[in-house]
């Protein structure tokens, strides 16, 4: 029997022969095969050769037992159309990237209003949690409940959209166990790692599996860098702790991969810790995120441009070169104070390396405005370095963060940003939109009731174009201190919709259909 007919019986065998036949398949190859009596290679001066003491799997028992107290389930009253839609993404190998979103209950047709379940950590004894920002965007109420059945009310802090962060705080008179950030760039593939949570609303489950890849990037924010687990991940999950054996959390459970939209499929997604530590820091002092600017456009570097411009090839054969490839430069940014210009190709951060322009925009963001940083590149063949500070991405395109207000203390909620060359690159408008962006959206403001988005493009005011953010201001303070509803037209994911709001906040004139809270946590 061939070696190919050995194959096609182990993998056409039925379910109750399958054993034998690969067996005796396999048995047959290595007693008739060319091969009988030991495999022999020419030339074996790479082949890999796994060494180490033999391990045990692991016992998670004792360790469940000291974590579990502090891990929460969290219940969320939330807007039917800000679940609307929940659980989609972007694709990847054929499948669908959805959160594992709350657990959904019956809803509550006279109030609109959505019960959902997630999960959570409590990271210190006065009551912080920390969880998913798609856990309790658009709430009206949040509760938590303890691992010993006590439920508390809690209060969202603030969220962060862009890496899908949210710390809640609760009031109790006593102190409540917590647990400790670990740090996630010490977490290897192929190491193991435990996830507590409430999928499907079953409080108090434990998981566990192992690491499966680091500095994952599904398209779901600008900031992503997952840590791929095998550890089983379900809708209920969002928000929960992924510890290592040392009981330390290295990651915040956030997504998974699920061809069908259902559950698991064995490949979730966490937050790392080190980028959880940053966000609820600035969460809990300030109440909303402060991200780093340098002002380059850049993009990746392929050999044939590696080649024209002279560039370091990869040290793996076959492997784009590393570096993220600057196509543009920002005026009066960061980048071009530092002397940096087109054509240069950035490969070092700060003593970390760079190997793709999404890496840069990683690192940039979590370095705070006004820190000095070390930026090394190559030009012309050459390596060089410079010394650049960081500025603040907020503030960085002029108007940007200019919230919308009106006199007499009435307040829309928005912060806009001109409609530039780099926001059309990030957006994907050609020239011809005209607008102005939102660039924030404050949590529980009436721009947030209508259902207003980071993201969206406002191209007019009560019926008038604008082009730029101080008109749009002044078209919404006017309207808004006449006391009339105001009319928006707002350009989102390449359809024009029209949102009405009316002076006590309320909306009107929304189409069903229009995705408003689709699930996409994209704001800020």
């Known amino acids: 029997m061939s070696e190919k007919s050995v194959t096609n019986v182990c993998t056409r065998g039925g379910r109750r022969n399958w054993t034998k036949a690969l067996l005796a398949g396999c048995m047959l190859v290595s007693v008739s095969g060319p091969w009988a009596g030991g495999v022999s290679w020419a030339d074996t001066s790479s082949m890999i050769k796994p060494s180490g003491p033999t391990q045990r799997i692991p016992d998670f ?124 760039d010490d977490v290897q593939p192929g190491e193991w790692v435990i996830a507590v949570g409430n999928p499907y609303g079953l409080g108090g489950t434990v998981t566990a599996g192992i690491v499966s890849a680091r500095g994952r990037d599904i398209n779901e924010g600008p900031y992503d860098n997952f840590i791929q687990v095998d550890a089983p991940i379900n809708r209920g999950n969002s928000g929960g702790p992924l ?18 939209g259902g559950g698991s499929i064995g490949i979730g997604f966490a937050i790392p810790s080190d980028t ?31 080649s024209a411009l002279n560039l370091p090839a990869s ?6 070169p590393a570096g993220a490839l600057v196509a543009s430069v920002s005026q009066d940014s960061p980048a071009e104070k530092a002397g940096l210009r087109a054509e240069d190709a950035i490969t070092d951060f700060n003593g970390q390396k760079i190997a793709t322009p999404h890496d840069l925009a990683v690192r940039v963001a979590a370095v705070a405005p006004g820190t000095q940083v070390t930026i090394g590149f190559v030009r012309a063949g050459k390596a060089q370095t410079v010394t650049a500070k960081i500025g603040n991405l907020a503030s960085a395109a002029g108007d940007a963060g200019k919230t919308a207000s009106a006199a007499g203390g009435q307040h829309l909620g928005i912060a806009l940003a001109p409609l530039n060359r780099d926001m059309r690159q990030q957006l994907g408008l050609p020239q011809d939109v005209h607008g102005v962006v939102v660039s924030d959206v404050e949590a529980g403001s009436p721009a947030d009731q209508a259902g207003i988005r980071p993201g969206d493009v406002i191209q007019s005011v009560g019926g008038q174009q604008v082009d730029a ?50 699930g996409d946590d994209d704001d800020n």
């Open 61 to 184: 028992v004792e360790l469940v037992k000291q974590v579990k107290p502090a891990v929460v389930s969290i219940t969320s009253m939330i807007r039917s159309d800000a679940v609307e839609g929940e659980g989609g993404g972007m694709g990847m190998g054929g499948g669908p990237f959805p959160f594992p979103f709350p657990f959904q209950m019956m809803p509550q047709p006279s109030k609109q209003l959505i019960e959902a379940r997630g999960s959570g950590f409590v990271i210190s004894a006065d009551g912080y949690v920390v969880t998913n920002n798609h856990v309790v965007k658009g709430a009206t109420k949040v509760t938590v409940t303890l691992d010993d059945g006590t439920t508390l009310p809690a209060k969202v802090v603030g969220r962060d959209g862009k890496t899908d962060l949210a710390l809640l705080k609760v009031t109790t008179t006593q102190k409540l166990p917590f647990i400790e950030l670990g740090e996630s």
């Open 243 to 260: 510890f290592t054996q040392d009981g330390k959390v290295v990651g915040v459970n956030t997504a998974i991969l699920s061809p069908s």
């Open 276 to 306: 959880v530590r940053s966000v609820v820091d600035q969460l809990r002092k300030t109440g909303h995120v402060v991200r780093g600017y340098l002002g380059v456009n850049a993009q990746v570097i392929s050999p044939v441009m590696a």
């Open 315 to 320: 040290a793996v054969a076959g492997a784009p």
């Open 469 to 518: 953010p101080k008109a749009a201001v002044g078209l919404i303070k006017t309207a808004m201190a006449a006391k009339k509803p105001l009319l928006l037209r707002v350009l989102r994911d390449g359809q024009s919709l029209f949102i009405a709001i009316s002076p006590d906040g309320s909306t009107a004139g929304l189409p069903a259909d229009n995705g408003v809270g689709n």
